[in-house]
């Protein structure tokens, strides 16, 4: 099956500072993909929708100036979390699709952010 | 647009026992239906799908029929075991963000 990563797996940043967290599909191109967050105990909540070499979309309340999503090539989405604070620590999980009849979707195994 | 509506968990059952885990949904069209699985501290991965009609899909043990004159797509196991445990998530999708809500929590006792 479809194979999509994620780097780094864990990360711990500082206050103030920014973070980059890269998705990649590694043996198909992804037409579309999707940026979540989770909170302990709770369901994925979509953060934002970005299509190769366009403007990513996002879901209501999220800060486009605040998490950067960046979809350069058909394999490779960016998330930049700026400015981070301790409430941005959070599991943050990509998904990619490839388009086509089946609309499957194939997630990265996940970021852990914490912010100190 | 496509909604979905899960049997609300927890789920606890104990090893061995048989689990039915509801999804019911809405949509305009014919969804490409899918359970995903959640295991503690994972992200999400595909569990299994079905594409059309009367399609079962199945993989490690579970079942769901893509049931289209009742909209559902209910998750089966005959025997459940502990390294079950996880959280499932129903979507009936015709591209795009997945469509489901909170998932059902699923704890298996030995």
């Known amino acids: 099956g479809a194979v999509v990563s994620q780097h780094p797996s864990r990360v711990i940043c500082k206050s103030g500072t920014s973070v980059k967290i890269e998705c990649r599909s590694l043996?198909?191109?992804?037409?579309?993909m999707f940026w979540y967050r989770q909170f302990p105990k709770q369901s994925l909540m979509l953060m934002a929708t970005?299509?190769?070499?366009?403007?990513?979309?996002?879901e209501q309340g999220v800060e486009k100036d605040k998490f950067l999503i960046n979809h350069a090539s058909l394999t490779l989405s960016t998330l930049t979390v700026t400015s981070a604070h301790p409430e941005d620590s959070s599991f943050y999980i990509c998904?990619?699709?490839?388009?086509?009849?089946?609309?499957?979707?194939?997630f990265g195994p996940g970021t852990r952010l914490t912010v100190t | 647009g496509n909604s979905v509506t899960q049997m609300e968990g927890p789920v606890t059952l104990s090893e061995e026992a048989f689990l039915t885990i509801n999804c019911t949904y809405t949509?305009?069209?014919?969804?490409?239906l899918f359970w995903y699985v959640q295991y503690p501290g994972e992200g999400l991965q595909l569990l299994l799908k079905?594409?059309?009609?009367?399609d079962k899909g199945s993989n490690k043990g579970f079942e769901a029929t893509y049931r289209k004159e009742t909209t559902s797509f209910h998750l089966e196991k005959g025997s459940v075991q502990v390294s079950d445990s996880a959280v499932y998530f129903c979507?009936?999708?015709?591209?795009?963000?997945?469509?489901f809500g909170q998932g059902t929590e699923l704890s298996v006792k030995p």
């Open positions: 998904s990619a699709s490839g388009g086509g009849y089946l609309y499957e979707q194939y």
């Open positions: 043996d198909f191109q992804a037409t579309t």
């Open positions: 970005s299509n190769e070499g366009s403007k990513a979309t996002y």
């Open positions: 949509a305009t069209g014919y969804p490409s």
């Open positions: 079905a594409t059309k009609a009367d």
């Open positions: 979507d009936p999708n015709q591209g795009g963000k997945l469509i």
